[in-house]
Protein backbone atom coordinates (compact mmCIF):
# COMPACT_ATOMS: atom_id res chain seq x y z
CA UNK A 1 0.00 0.00 0.00
CA UNK A 2 1.55 3.24 -0.64
CA UNK A 3 2.38 6.12 1.99
CA UNK A 4 0.10 8.74 2.15
CA UNK A 5 2.10 12.10 2.83
CA UNK A 6 -1.26 13.97 3.30
CA UNK A 7 -0.64 15.40 6.53
CA UNK A 8 2.95 16.36 6.06
CA UNK A 9 1.64 18.29 2.78
CA UNK A 10 -1.08 19.58 4.84
CA UNK A 11 1.14 21.08 7.96
CA UNK A 12 3.72 22.55 5.50
CA UNK A 13 0.47 24.08 3.20
CA UNK A 14 -0.40 25.85 6.47
CA UNK A 15 2.74 26.90 8.11
CA UNK A 16 3.26 30.73 8.14
CA UNK A 17 6.81 31.70 7.73
CA UNK A 18 8.59 34.96 8.57
CA UNK A 19 10.21 35.99 5.44
CA UNK A 20 13.33 37.89 5.62
CA UNK A 21 13.25 41.38 4.70
CA UNK A 22 15.92 42.14 1.84
CA UNK A 23 18.62 40.16 0.81
CA UNK A 24 22.03 39.18 1.76
CA UNK A 25 24.27 39.83 -1.46
CA UNK A 26 27.68 38.68 -2.72
CA UNK A 27 29.99 41.14 -2.33
CA UNK A 28 32.50 41.83 -5.72
CA UNK A 29 34.66 38.90 -6.13
CA UNK A 30 32.54 36.67 -4.04
CA UNK A 31 29.98 33.48 -5.58
CA UNK A 32 28.17 30.77 -4.20
CA UNK A 33 28.65 27.51 -6.29
CA UNK A 34 25.85 25.92 -7.47
CA UNK A 35 25.06 22.60 -4.85
CA UNK A 36 26.07 19.54 -6.88
CA UNK A 37 26.99 16.17 -7.58
CA UNK A 38 30.47 14.59 -6.47
CA UNK A 39 31.83 17.31 -4.77
CA UNK A 40 32.49 18.30 -0.49
CA UNK A 41 30.47 20.79 -0.23
CA UNK A 42 29.16 23.01 2.69
CA UNK A 43 25.86 25.46 2.90
CA UNK A 44 25.05 28.45 5.27
CA UNK A 45 21.59 27.82 5.22
CA UNK A 46 19.99 30.78 6.71
CA UNK A 47 22.06 30.74 10.30
CA UNK A 48 22.52 26.97 10.06
CA UNK A 49 25.35 25.43 8.75
CA UNK A 50 24.39 21.84 6.52
CA UNK A 51 27.94 19.62 4.98
CA UNK A 52 27.38 17.49 1.99
CA UNK A 53 29.81 14.24 1.76
CA UNK A 54 30.85 13.89 -2.11
CA UNK A 55 28.68 11.36 -2.88
CA UNK A 56 25.38 12.92 -1.90
CA UNK A 57 23.15 13.60 -4.72
CA UNK A 58 22.44 17.43 -5.89
CA UNK A 59 18.53 16.55 -5.50
CA UNK A 60 19.22 15.37 -1.87
CA UNK A 61 21.18 18.73 -1.23
CA UNK A 62 18.76 21.28 -2.50
CA UNK A 63 16.30 19.44 -0.42
CA UNK A 64 18.16 19.49 2.54
CA UNK A 65 18.76 23.37 2.56
CA UNK A 66 15.25 24.13 1.49
CA UNK A 67 13.87 21.61 4.43
CA UNK A 68 16.12 23.44 6.90
CA UNK A 69 15.61 27.14 5.62
CA UNK A 70 11.47 26.94 5.90
CA UNK A 71 11.95 25.11 8.94
CA UNK A 72 14.14 27.80 10.22
CA UNK A 73 11.21 30.57 8.98
CA UNK A 74 8.58 28.72 10.69
CA UNK A 75 10.71 28.46 14.08
CA UNK A 76 11.06 32.79 13.58
CA UNK A 77 7.51 33.32 12.98
CA UNK A 78 6.07 31.31 16.05
CA UNK A 79 8.76 31.88 18.68
CA UNK A 80 11.19 35.14 18.69
CA UNK A 81 14.95 34.09 18.17
CA UNK A 82 16.34 35.45 21.01
CA UNK A 83 14.18 32.50 23.01
CA UNK A 84 16.81 30.10 21.87
CA UNK A 85 15.60 27.03 23.39
CA UNK A 86 12.26 27.68 22.44
CA UNK A 87 13.40 28.52 18.63
CA UNK A 88 15.21 25.44 18.54
CA UNK A 89 13.01 23.13 19.37
CA UNK A 90 10.58 24.85 17.96
CA UNK A 91 13.07 24.24 14.63
CA UNK A 92 13.62 20.21 15.22
CA UNK A 93 9.36 20.05 16.01
CA UNK A 94 8.84 21.53 12.07
CA UNK A 95 11.02 19.05 10.71
CA UNK A 96 9.48 16.29 12.66
CA UNK A 97 6.46 17.33 10.96
CA UNK A 98 7.43 17.35 7.81
CA UNK A 99 8.96 14.42 6.41
CA UNK A 100 11.64 13.74 8.95
CA UNK A 101 11.77 11.18 11.75
CA UNK A 102 14.24 10.87 15.00
CA UNK A 103 16.60 8.04 14.36
CA UNK A 104 18.20 8.94 17.75
CA UNK A 105 16.49 10.70 20.37
CA UNK A 106 17.97 14.13 20.96
CA UNK A 107 20.57 13.99 23.37
CA UNK A 108 19.88 16.30 26.60
CA UNK A 109 21.26 19.97 26.81
CA UNK A 110 25.20 19.80 27.75
CA UNK A 111 25.77 23.33 29.50
CA UNK A 112 29.29 25.31 28.61
CA UNK A 113 31.03 28.27 30.24
CA UNK A 114 32.58 30.12 27.26
CA UNK A 115 33.89 33.61 26.69
CA UNK A 116 33.51 35.88 23.63
CA UNK A 117 37.44 35.53 22.16
CA UNK A 118 37.30 31.31 22.39
CA UNK A 119 33.75 30.83 21.34
CA UNK A 120 34.73 29.56 18.02
CA UNK A 121 37.35 27.02 19.23
CA UNK A 122 34.84 26.07 21.89
CA UNK A 123 32.46 25.11 19.22
CA UNK A 124 35.06 22.67 17.19
CA UNK A 125 35.75 21.10 20.57
CA UNK A 126 32.14 20.50 20.73
CA UNK A 127 31.71 19.27 17.50
CA UNK A 128 34.68 16.74 17.72
CA UNK A 129 33.31 15.39 20.74
CA UNK A 130 30.00 14.62 18.91
CA UNK A 131 31.10 13.47 15.94
CA UNK A 132 34.14 11.30 16.83
CA UNK A 133 32.52 8.16 16.29
CA UNK A 134 32.23 9.03 12.53
CA UNK A 135 35.13 10.42 11.52
CA UNK A 136 34.13 11.21 7.70
CA UNK A 137 31.41 13.75 9.32
CA UNK A 138 33.55 15.01 11.89
CA UNK A 139 36.48 15.92 9.30
CA UNK A 140 33.70 17.92 6.96
CA UNK A 141 32.12 19.73 9.42
CA UNK A 142 35.53 20.70 11.03
CA UNK A 143 36.65 21.79 7.45
CA UNK A 144 33.40 23.42 6.64
CA UNK A 145 33.56 25.63 10.13
CA UNK A 146 37.41 26.69 9.40
CA UNK A 147 36.59 27.38 5.99
CA UNK A 148 34.13 30.32 7.47
CA UNK A 149 36.70 31.54 9.87
CA UNK A 150 38.83 32.12 7.18
CA UNK A 151 36.28 34.36 5.02
CA UNK A 152 36.13 37.64 5.00
CA UNK A 153 33.35 39.22 8.20
CA UNK A 154 31.43 40.82 4.99
CA UNK A 155 31.05 38.14 3.45
CA UNK A 156 27.39 36.88 2.23
CA UNK A 157 28.14 33.42 3.96
CA UNK A 158 29.18 35.27 7.57
CA UNK A 159 26.38 37.56 7.21
CA UNK A 160 24.08 35.23 6.78
CA UNK A 161 25.36 33.09 9.60
CA UNK A 162 25.08 36.11 11.86
CA UNK A 163 22.03 37.34 11.01
CA UNK A 164 19.76 35.96 13.79
CA UNK A 165 22.63 36.85 16.15
CA UNK A 166 23.22 40.17 15.91
CA UNK A 167 21.83 42.73 18.34
CA UNK A 168 20.60 39.69 20.18
CA UNK A 169 21.49 38.69 23.77
CA UNK A 170 20.53 34.61 23.16
CA UNK A 171 20.74 32.68 20.05
CA UNK A 172 20.68 29.46 18.54
CA UNK A 173 21.88 27.49 15.41
CA UNK A 174 22.77 23.99 14.03
CA UNK A 175 25.73 22.88 12.69
CA UNK A 176 24.82 18.96 10.98
CA UNK A 177 26.21 16.66 8.14
CA UNK A 178 24.20 14.51 5.64
CA UNK A 179 24.86 11.11 5.05
CA UNK A 180 22.98 9.86 1.88
CA UNK A 181 21.73 6.13 1.79
CA UNK A 182 21.76 4.46 -2.03
CA UNK A 183 18.10 3.76 -1.60
CA UNK A 184 17.40 7.44 -2.09
CA UNK A 185 17.19 7.77 2.04
CA UNK A 186 19.27 10.47 3.78
CA UNK A 187 20.35 11.02 7.47
CA UNK A 188 21.32 14.74 9.02
CA UNK A 189 23.61 14.05 11.98
CA UNK A 190 22.67 17.89 13.71
CA UNK A 191 24.45 19.70 16.33
CA UNK A 192 22.11 22.07 17.84
CA UNK A 193 23.82 24.97 19.66
CA UNK A 194 22.31 27.90 22.26
CA UNK A 195 24.91 30.93 23.29
CA UNK A 196 23.57 32.92 26.13
CA UNK A 197 25.25 36.04 26.76
CA UNK A 198 24.97 38.63 29.54
CA UNK A 199 25.75 41.53 26.50
CA UNK A 200 24.72 41.82 22.95
CA UNK A 201 25.85 39.82 20.21
CA UNK A 202 27.46 42.10 17.89
CA UNK A 203 29.81 39.45 15.77
CA UNK A 204 28.26 36.18 16.01
CA UNK A 205 30.63 33.73 14.24
CA UNK A 206 33.69 33.28 15.30
CA UNK A 207 32.66 35.21 17.65
CA UNK A 208 34.10 38.85 18.88
CA UNK A 209 30.90 39.40 20.53
CA UNK A 210 31.97 40.31 23.97
CA UNK A 211 34.36 39.99 26.55
CA UNK A 212 32.35 38.76 28.69
CA UNK A 213 31.44 35.32 29.82
CA UNK A 214 28.44 33.36 27.95
CA UNK A 215 27.24 30.62 28.30
CA UNK A 216 26.71 27.51 25.93
CA UNK A 217 24.63 24.86 25.40
CA UNK A 218 24.69 21.71 22.73
CA UNK A 219 22.21 18.66 22.19
CA UNK A 220 22.65 16.08 19.79
CA UNK A 221 20.19 15.15 17.46
CA UNK A 222 19.98 12.50 14.34
CA UNK A 223 17.08 12.61 11.68
CA UNK A 224 16.08 10.05 9.03
CA UNK A 225 13.78 10.99 6.03
CA UNK A 226 13.00 7.90 3.60
CA UNK A 227 13.48 8.27 -0.19
CA UNK A 228 9.89 7.96 -0.50
CA UNK A 229 8.83 11.41 1.47
CA UNK A 230 12.09 13.03 -0.29
CA UNK A 231 10.77 12.41 -3.64
CA UNK A 232 6.75 13.27 -2.30
CA UNK A 233 7.39 16.68 0.36
CA UNK A 234 10.50 17.81 -1.27
CA UNK A 235 8.46 20.03 -4.23
CA UNK A 236 6.10 21.38 -1.55
CA UNK A 237 8.96 22.94 0.97
CA UNK A 238 10.86 24.38 -2.26
CA UNK A 239 7.01 25.81 -3.38
CA UNK A 240 7.19 27.71 0.13
CA UNK A 241 10.87 28.85 -0.03
CA UNK A 242 11.50 29.18 -3.99
CA UNK A 243 10.74 32.97 -3.62
CA UNK A 244 13.63 33.74 -0.83
CA UNK A 245 15.95 30.78 -1.06
CA UNK A 246 18.69 32.21 -3.24
CA UNK A 247 19.05 35.16 -0.79
CA UNK A 248 19.27 32.73 2.32
CA UNK A 249 21.42 29.51 0.61
CA UNK A 250 24.93 30.15 0.28
CA UNK A 251 27.13 26.83 -0.80
CA UNK A 252 30.85 26.46 -0.77
CA UNK A 253 33.19 24.24 -1.73
CA UNK A 254 35.54 22.10 0.67
Known amino acids: ?18 VPEGDVS ?28 EDTPASVRNAV ?25 VYLDVLLHTGWALREEASSWSEEHVVGSVV ?26 TSLQGMNERSKWITLFDRRAKSAVSTGFSVANVDPHADGSAQLRSIDFRVEARKTLTQFL ?23 ALQELAPAIEQRVTAFAKDNIAAFDL
Open 1 to 18: MPVSFDSQISFIAGQEID
Open 26 to 53: FAAGEESPDLQDLKKQGAVVDSNLVVFP
Open 65 to 89: CNWTLFAQRAATKKVDPQQAKEWVD
Open 120 to 145: HQKILDLVAVALGPVPGALALVTAAL
Open 206 to 228: FFRFTSEEALMFKRGVVLFISAE
